[in-house]
């Protein structure tokens, strides 16, 4: 398994961008489709967005698509996440996520990921 570190949240007004990260330790992080999902309160976690192993293929909830991009770096072990023209609707804390099984498809369900970071909190005002 993988560890997971997310960084990169915070405060912004509403329109602004934020970009997270999420370290991973371990060296089968290149074979692993990773995600990203949130959490707003009082509602249940949610998908955000994954990519493959490779990076040649990714895919977006409906909600963020035309303004998150993910991406990956397998030589710094890292996903980003760029969110851009953020919504109050964002506000959650979002959490990094791998498959954790080498060259295995992306998915959009959170039963699919086994390995969890403990999640970075993202505020958007209005």
């Known amino acids: 398994q993988v560890q997971l570190v997310e960084s990169g949240g915070g405060l912004v007004q509403t329109g602004g961008s934020l970009r997270l990260s999420c370290a991973a330790s371990g060296r089968t992080f290149s074979t692993y489709a990773m995600g990203w999902f949130r959490q707003a309160p009082g509602k249940e976690r949610e998908f955000v967005a994954a990519?493959?192993?490779?990076?040649?293929?990714?895919v977006y909830a409906d909600s963020v698509k035309g303004r998150f991009t993910i991406s990956r770096d397998n030589t710094k072990n890292t996903v980003y996440l760029q969110m851009n023209s953020l919504k109050p609707e964002d506000t959650a804390i979002y959490y990094c996520?791998?498959?954790?099984?080498?060259?295995?498809?992306?998915?959009?369900?959170?039963?699919?990921?086994?390995?969890w970071g403990r999640g970075t909190r993202v505020t958007v005002s209005s």
């Open positions: 990519i493959s192993w490779s990076g040649g293929s990714t």
């Open positions: 996520a791998a498959r954790n099984i080498a060259n295995a498809p992306i998915v959009d369900v959170a039963t699919g990921f086994r390995s």
